[in-house]
Protein backbone atom coordinates (compact mmCIF):
# COMPACT_ATOMS: atom_id res chain seq x y z
CA UNK A 1 0.00 0.00 0.00
CA UNK A 2 1.40 3.42 -1.42
CA UNK A 3 2.50 5.78 1.98
CA UNK A 4 0.27 9.05 1.33
CA UNK A 5 1.69 11.99 3.08
CA UNK A 6 -1.33 14.57 4.66
CA UNK A 7 -0.65 17.80 6.04
CA UNK A 8 2.58 20.02 5.79
CA UNK A 9 6.20 19.73 5.73
CA UNK A 10 8.74 21.30 7.92
CA UNK A 11 12.60 21.77 7.29
CA UNK A 12 13.01 21.21 10.99
CA UNK A 13 14.92 17.63 11.76
CA UNK A 14 15.48 16.42 15.60
CA UNK A 15 14.14 16.69 18.28
CA UNK A 16 12.93 19.05 21.47
CA UNK A 17 15.58 20.89 23.32
CA UNK A 18 13.93 19.29 26.81
CA UNK A 19 13.81 15.97 25.30
CA UNK A 20 17.27 15.46 24.86
CA UNK A 21 18.41 17.84 27.93
CA UNK A 22 15.83 16.10 30.18
CA UNK A 23 17.72 12.44 29.91
CA UNK A 24 21.16 14.03 30.62
CA UNK A 25 22.94 14.61 33.93
CA UNK A 26 22.24 17.99 35.39
CA UNK A 27 20.01 18.62 32.43
CA UNK A 28 22.78 18.88 30.37
CA UNK A 29 24.98 21.39 32.04
CA UNK A 30 28.19 21.72 30.31
CA UNK A 31 26.71 20.21 26.82
CA UNK A 32 26.64 21.52 23.12
CA UNK A 33 23.58 21.19 20.95
CA UNK A 34 23.32 22.48 17.66
CA UNK A 35 19.72 23.28 15.40
CA UNK A 36 19.70 21.36 11.91
CA UNK A 37 18.56 24.77 10.59
CA UNK A 38 22.18 26.43 11.21
CA UNK A 39 24.30 23.41 10.15
CA UNK A 40 22.98 25.05 6.51
CA UNK A 41 26.07 27.91 7.38
CA UNK A 42 29.83 26.61 6.71
CA UNK A 43 30.58 29.08 9.87
CA UNK A 44 30.46 27.05 13.22
CA UNK A 45 27.18 27.86 15.05
CA UNK A 46 26.13 25.87 17.98
CA UNK A 47 24.74 26.27 21.83
CA UNK A 48 26.39 25.38 24.98
CA UNK A 49 24.12 25.10 27.81
CA UNK A 50 24.68 26.98 30.61
CA UNK A 51 21.45 26.21 32.94
CA UNK A 52 18.44 24.74 32.85
CA UNK A 53 15.45 24.69 35.18
CA UNK A 54 12.38 22.89 34.04
CA UNK A 55 9.04 23.73 34.97
CA UNK A 56 7.90 20.50 36.20
CA UNK A 57 6.34 20.87 39.20
CA UNK A 58 4.01 23.99 39.16
CA UNK A 59 1.14 22.91 41.47
CA UNK A 60 -0.96 22.40 38.01
CA UNK A 61 -0.30 18.83 36.47
CA UNK A 62 -1.95 19.40 33.48
CA UNK A 63 0.00 22.53 32.77
CA UNK A 64 2.91 20.87 31.67
CA UNK A 65 2.49 17.05 30.62
CA UNK A 66 5.15 16.93 28.29
CA UNK A 67 7.88 19.30 30.09
CA UNK A 68 8.04 21.42 27.34
CA UNK A 69 8.41 24.99 29.32
CA UNK A 70 11.19 25.86 31.22
CA UNK A 71 14.12 28.09 31.63
CA UNK A 72 17.36 27.30 29.87
CA UNK A 73 20.12 29.74 29.31
CA UNK A 74 22.68 29.11 26.73
CA UNK A 75 26.56 30.45 25.21
CA UNK A 76 25.17 31.20 21.33
CA UNK A 77 27.78 30.73 19.00
CA UNK A 78 26.16 32.02 15.35
CA UNK A 79 28.23 31.63 12.32
CA UNK A 80 31.48 32.05 14.12
CA UNK A 81 30.51 34.85 15.90
CA UNK A 82 29.91 34.54 20.33
CA UNK A 83 26.93 35.89 21.22
CA UNK A 84 27.34 35.89 24.81
CA UNK A 85 24.26 34.28 27.10
CA UNK A 86 21.15 33.86 25.35
CA UNK A 87 17.81 32.73 27.33
CA UNK A 88 16.22 30.09 24.12
CA UNK A 89 13.30 29.28 26.38
CA UNK A 90 10.97 30.21 23.48
CA UNK A 91 12.30 28.41 20.61
CA UNK A 92 12.91 25.16 22.67
CA UNK A 93 9.97 23.77 21.63
CA UNK A 94 10.92 23.54 18.31
CA UNK A 95 12.04 19.81 17.20
CA UNK A 96 15.09 21.17 15.47
CA UNK A 97 18.08 20.69 18.21
CA UNK A 98 20.39 17.69 18.05
CA UNK A 99 22.68 16.72 20.52
CA UNK A 100 26.70 17.20 19.81
CA UNK A 101 28.21 14.06 21.21
CA UNK A 102 31.35 14.19 23.45
CA UNK A 103 33.90 12.97 21.55
CA UNK A 104 32.44 15.60 18.65
CA UNK A 105 32.75 18.57 20.38
CA UNK A 106 36.04 19.38 19.90
CA UNK A 107 35.81 19.54 16.24
CA UNK A 108 32.92 22.37 16.82
CA UNK A 109 35.65 24.07 19.12
CA UNK A 110 38.85 23.90 16.60
CA UNK A 111 36.13 24.79 13.76
CA UNK A 112 35.19 28.02 16.12
CA UNK A 113 39.40 28.86 16.95
CA UNK A 114 39.86 28.61 13.37
CA UNK A 115 37.40 30.71 12.23
CA UNK A 116 38.20 33.47 10.39
CA UNK A 117 36.02 36.13 9.73
CA UNK A 118 35.11 36.93 5.82
CA UNK A 119 37.16 40.37 4.55
CA UNK A 120 34.92 43.24 4.50
CA UNK A 121 34.63 44.15 0.98
CA UNK A 122 34.62 48.07 0.60
CA UNK A 123 31.71 49.07 -1.97
CA UNK A 124 32.20 53.44 -3.50
CA UNK A 125 29.90 55.73 -2.24
CA UNK A 126 28.56 56.68 -6.03
CA UNK A 127 27.93 54.48 -8.82
CA UNK A 128 27.06 55.26 -12.70
CA UNK A 129 23.64 55.47 -13.17
CA UNK A 130 21.48 52.23 -15.44
CA UNK A 131 21.42 53.44 -18.96
CA UNK A 132 17.18 53.96 -19.25
CA UNK A 133 18.08 56.49 -16.04
CA UNK A 134 21.01 57.72 -17.50
CA UNK A 135 18.96 58.60 -20.83
CA UNK A 136 16.04 60.16 -18.91
CA UNK A 137 18.44 62.33 -17.03
CA UNK A 138 19.98 63.36 -20.56
CA UNK A 139 16.71 63.87 -22.07
CA UNK A 140 15.73 66.26 -18.69
CA UNK A 141 19.05 68.00 -19.06
CA UNK A 142 20.59 66.68 -15.77
CA UNK A 143 24.13 67.05 -15.05
CA UNK A 144 25.01 64.46 -12.57
CA UNK A 145 25.55 60.94 -14.23
CA UNK A 146 26.81 59.49 -10.87
CA UNK A 147 23.79 58.20 -8.38
CA UNK A 148 24.24 57.65 -4.58
CA UNK A 149 24.48 54.04 -3.50
CA UNK A 150 22.83 53.05 -0.67
CA UNK A 151 23.39 49.82 1.05
CA UNK A 152 22.90 48.15 4.53
CA UNK A 153 26.10 47.55 6.24
CA UNK A 154 26.67 43.80 6.76
CA UNK A 155 29.44 41.58 7.64
CA UNK A 156 30.74 41.54 4.43
CA UNK A 157 30.36 44.63 2.78
CA UNK A 158 29.98 48.34 4.20
CA UNK A 159 30.25 51.70 1.96
CA UNK A 160 33.49 53.50 2.09
CA UNK A 161 33.62 56.19 4.16
CA UNK A 162 35.50 60.08 3.14
CA UNK A 163 38.83 59.42 2.33
CA UNK A 164 38.28 55.58 2.22
CA UNK A 165 39.30 53.69 -1.14
CA UNK A 166 36.74 51.14 -2.14
CA UNK A 167 38.42 47.45 -2.58
CA UNK A 168 35.34 46.41 -4.93
CA UNK A 169 34.09 48.22 -8.58
CA UNK A 170 30.67 48.68 -9.55
CA UNK A 171 30.38 48.15 -13.23
CA UNK A 172 26.69 47.86 -15.13
CA UNK A 173 28.93 47.69 -18.63
CA UNK A 174 28.19 43.70 -19.82
CA UNK A 175 32.20 42.57 -19.84
CA UNK A 176 32.47 39.44 -20.87
CA UNK A 177 29.20 37.20 -21.38
CA UNK A 178 28.70 33.65 -21.27
CA UNK A 179 26.87 33.79 -24.61
CA UNK A 180 28.29 36.62 -27.14
CA UNK A 181 25.65 35.67 -29.50
CA UNK A 182 22.85 36.45 -28.02
CA UNK A 183 24.31 40.12 -27.62
CA UNK A 184 24.75 40.47 -31.18
CA UNK A 185 22.82 43.75 -33.39
CA UNK A 186 22.27 44.77 -29.72
CA UNK A 187 23.25 48.69 -29.40
CA UNK A 188 26.14 49.84 -27.03
CA UNK A 189 25.48 53.40 -25.71
CA UNK A 190 28.51 53.84 -24.03
Not at 41 to 46: G, I
Not at 162 to 190: C, F, H, M, R, W
Request: aromatic content about 8%; glycine content about 6%.
Amino acid sequence: MPVILVGRTHYQVGKRLWEIIGSLKDFGVGRMVVRSTLERYPEPSFFRILSAQPEMDTGRPYRDEDNLRGKVLVERVFRGVNMGVVDISKSAYKTDFKLIHKHEEHKYLEALKNFKPPEVKILPQTMEMPPLLKIIAERENHECKEMKLVINNTRTYKLAEDGETPTVKISLQLENPASPELYEGVLNTS
